[in-house]
Structure formats: C-alpha cells, structure tokens
C-alpha cells in the first residue's frame, strides 16, 4: 500500500497526484514501478485497492503509518 500512498498524497520532494489522477490511472503507475526498473513484482495493483486506500481509516493498513 506504501507505493500507492506515494503516488495519491506524495512525500517529500515529491507532489501527490491523487486529486490529477483517476483510481485506474494510479493503479497503472504502481504496476508499472512494481514490474520495471529491475524489480520482480507481479503487477496485482487494482484500481479497487486504489478506491480502498483514498476512503478507508488509516487504521485498516496496520503498522503502515
């Protein structure tokens, strides 16, 4: 879920695109990042994780935040 907070909200250095970006369009970026670049994700990113991750309470992700 890290990577798909990244991209919604940012950090710093890094502008958040959540408000640009559809739940789908957000999903491509992080399947793209988690299957390029030498890394050996599978590209498992739904735009529904995306839609989970914008509405649900923070404590739902654990020890993410």
């Not at 909200?9 to 988690?34: I, T, W």
């Not at 390029?36 to 599978?42: A, C, I, K, V």
Request: no cysteine; aromatic share 16%; glycine share 10%.
């Amino acid at each position: 879920q890290y990577p798909m907070h990244i991209v919604l909200y940012g950090q710093k250095g890094m502008p958040g695109f959540g408000k640009y970006f559809s739940d789908e369009q957000v999903a491509e970026v992080v399947n793209y990042l988690r299957t390029n670049f030498g890394n050996q994700f599978e590209a498992d990113v739904k735009p529904e994780d995306v839609a989970k991750l914008r509405s649900d309470d923070v404590a739902d992700y654990g020890d993410l935040f």
